[in-house]
């Protein structure tokens, strides 16, 4: 059987105009076709009650926490700051709960942009509300060029499992306006960009995590480092089966 892999769906707010009602769950196509393309079966969850997070973990192998709006700053114990962006508590309180089951049952996890974000927040670190409170930040994190190209490079340390999957030097596309502030325990960062701005975390002692800032499901189909990701979180899924 092929790796089932998990995507907790984002919400679309507005009416849409098919079915004309609001909170439509939703996955973005690229993702779901990245996943498809590396070999792997995609499942769409649902935003739920946090409580039924632990019933989802017999349906997948490995899981994506993937790009959308910011996450409450009420998890990282502060009050929205004045440029926060849209949040929706309740995909917050869902995925949170779903990370913390799937860190504990071992399950391979991967984290892409608000996703990386989220791991961060949910295993007790933090992020900068807008990258204007972070010192370090000099380059251009939320590209004006289209989406599946790439805007700015980023540095991957040669020790990280990212390095085997990227090179030393990736090009990388870019489109958030948070980052990491305190990285949670567990977690260490394996990339940042020339400004020191972090690009990806990994577990620290293990394989089950790798997360990464920007949106390679928007460039795996030209872009080989871009599809190595998926590959190897499907690699990573089929060794916990």
């Given at each position: 059987?092929?790796?089932?892999?998990?995507?907790?769906?984002?919400?679309?707010?507005?009416?849409?105009?098919?079915?004309n009602e609001r909170?439509?769950?939703?996955?973005?196509?690229?993702?779901?076709?990245?996943?498809?393309?590396?070999?792997?079966?995609?499942?769409?969850?649902?935003?739920?009650?946090?409580?039924?997070?632990?019933?989802?973990?017999?349906?997948?192998?490995?899981?994506?926490?993937?790009?959308?709006?910011?996450?409450?700053?009420?998890?990282?114990?502060?009050?929205?700051?004045?440029?926060?962006?849209?949040?929706?508590?309740?995909?917050?309180?869902?995925?949170?709960?779903?990370?913390?089951?799937?860190?504990?049952?071992?399950?391979?996890?991967?984290?892409?942009?608000?996703?990386?974000?989220?791991?961060?927040?949910?295993?007790?670190?933090?992020?900068?509300?807008?990258?204007?409170?972070?010192?370090?930040?000099?380059?251009?994190?939320?590209?004006?060029?289209?989406?599946?190209?790439?805007?700015?490079?980023?540095?991957?340390?040669?020790?990280?499992?990212?390095?085997?999957?990227?090179?030393?030097?990736?090009?990388?596309?870019?489109?958030?306006?948070?980052?990491?502030?305190?990285?949670?325990?567990?977690l260490h960062v394996?990339?940042?960009?020339?400004?020191?701005?972090?690009?990806?975390?990994?577990?620290?002692?293990?394989?089950?995590i790798l997360a990464?800032?920007?949106?390679?499901?928007?460039?795996?189909?030209?872009?080989?480092?871009?599809?190595?990701?998926?590959?190897?979180?499907?690699?990573?899924?089929?060794?916990?089966?």
């Amino acid at each position: 059987m092929q790796p089932r892999i998990a995507i907790p769906a984002d919400t679309l707010t507005e009416a849409t105009n098919i079915i004309n009602e609001r909170n439509a769950a939703f996955a973005p196509r690229p993702l779901i076709e990245a996943v498809l393309k590396s070999g792997g079966v995609p499942v769409i969850f649902p935003s739920v009650a946090p409580e039924l997070a632990a019933s989802y973990l017999d349906l997948f192998d490995g899981i994506i926490f993937a790009g959308g709006a910011d996450v409450d700053p009420t998890f990282f114990n502060e009050e929205p700051h004045l440029k926060l962006g849209p949040t929706y508590l309740k995909r917050d309180q869902f995925e949170v709960a779903l990370l913390k089951e799937a860190v504990a049952a071992d399950k391979a996890i991967m984290g892409i942009c608000r996703g990386m974000q989220l791991i961060n927040i949910a295993l007790g670190g933090s992020v900068y509300q807008d990258l204007s409170e972070d010192p370090r930040q000099t380059l251009k994190h939320s590209q004006d060029a289209p989406g599946n190209l790439p805007s700015h490079h980023i540095n991957v340390a040669p020790e990280s499992r990212l390095f085997k999957l990227t090179g030393r030097r990736a090009y990388v596309n870019s489109r958030h306006h948070q980052a990491l502030h305190q990285i949670a325990p567990g977690l260490h960062v394996t990339a940042s960009a020339d400004d020191q701005v972090p690009e990806a975390v990994e577990s620290v002692s293990s394989d089950q995590i790798l997360a990464v800032q920007w949106h390679p499901e928007n460039m795996f189909k030209h872009d080989p480092s871009s599809q190595n990701l998926f590959a190897d979180l499907l690699q990573r899924a089929a060794a916990r089966r």
